[in-house]
């Protein structure tokens, strides 16, 4: 493996100050595959990073493993702090509360083990966009040991908040936030912890897409995705997968997910730009009818899945009232 050196901030080619990067990553029991990840950020070719670990309670050498790092890669690069011990979700939401303010955001799991230019591809691609911009990649899915599997999906449709409201689709784990972006998840973030969102990376792919943010899905895969029992998330291109997750859509699982994003957006849906705010609106009252009728509103929202095959079984599963929500007790009394 590539030595890590402590190294200063960097300078990009063009002299100017290179933005700092706040990686926030989520600990739990990590022990056993944290070291190879920590080492891949350590070999990062870009430098100017500060780690935020947010740990939810480990016993096993998780925290030894952060300490040890934190004195390799010099003092004030690494910071530990408490989770809430509520789950990954939550300790990720937890992390963007506590990070500063106006600083570029990148989130890591801990078992996962990043390309060298990883943090330097996102920085550069993210750098000439005026207005909040959202990046996430490619991922090589590997099995426990890191040997290749296959590479993630590349997906072929726009990315979109029609897109978001329905699939998740970038990748938490190689997303990565400029300062306005970032801004936005830091202001959504408090609706979306009392929402108890599922899934902490949908929800970023679908503010910052519904607040018009700039989406880059980078075809070059940028980490190795590692693939093992105690994962919290798992691939979504096998066969197997794909009919679990279709399984979680026709048994109510997905609606339940639906529903918590709805609410989280709902309350800063001052975030959205006016047309994304009426399509919220639309999917809100789409989802309080009969199942038909909700199937059809849904259609003629525009609502899609990046396959056919999916954005079929999205209405047939909204038909049969899988992602029907309850009314609001506002909606009760009009």
Avoid at 53 to 64: A, E, K, P
Avoid at 84 to 96: D, E, V
Avoid at 251 to 260: I, K, P
Avoid at 305 to 323: E, P, S, W
Wanted: proline residues 5%.
């Amino acid at each position: 493996m590539t030595e890590i050196h402590p190294t200063p901030p960097g300078k990009p080619a063009n002299g100017g100050t290179a933005p700092e990067v706040q990686i926030l990553m989520a600990t739990y029991q990590g022990g056993r595959f944290l070291q190879e990840q920590l080492h891949s950020i350590g070999a990062q070719r870009y430098t100017n990073w500060q780690l935020f670990v947010s740990d939810d309670g480990s016993w096993d050498n998780t925290r030894d493993l952060v300490a040890s790092f934190a004195a390799q890669v010099g003092h004030g690069r690494v910071h530990l702090i408490e989770g809430p011990r509520q789950g990954a979700t939550q300790n990720f939401l937890h992390l963007i509360q506590q990070a500063p303010d106006n600083r570029m955001l990148a989130f890591c799991d801990q078992d996962d083990v990043w390309h060298p230019d990883k943090l330097a591809f996102a920085v550069e691609s993210l750098g000439e966009i005026k207005g909040p911009a959202h990046y996430a990649a490619r991922t090589i899915i590997t099995d426990e040991k890191l040997a290749p599997v296959a590479q993630s999906r590349r997906f072929n449709r726009p990315l979109t908040f029609r897109n978001a409201l329905v699939q998740a689709c970038m990748a938490g784990n190689t997303s990565v936030f400029n300062p306005d972006a970032a801004a936005l998840l830091k202001s959504g973030v408090e609706a979306a912890r009392l929402a108890k969102i599922e899934s902490h990376d949908w929800w970023a792919y679908q503010l910052t897409s519904g607040a018009g943010a700039a989406i880059i899905h980078d075809p070059r895969p940028m980490l190795m995705y590692r693939q093992h029992s105690q994962a919290e998330m798992g691939r979504n291109d096998t066969i197997s997968a794909m009919a679990k997750r279709l399984g979680k859509l026709f048994a109510g699982d997905y609606g339940s997910w639906v529903g918590a994003n709805l609410a989280a957006l709902s309350q800063c849906r001052a975030l959205l730009t006016t047309e994304n705010r009426q399509v919220l609106d639309g999917v809100v009252a789409a989802l309080q009818c009969r199942g038909p009728f909700a199937a059809q509103r849904l259609r003629r929202l525009g609502l899609y899945r990046q396959t056919t095959a999916g954005t079929v079984a999205l209405l047939a599963a909204t038909t049969m009232g899988r992602l029907r929500q309850p009314l609001s007790s506002n909606n009760r009394s009009r």
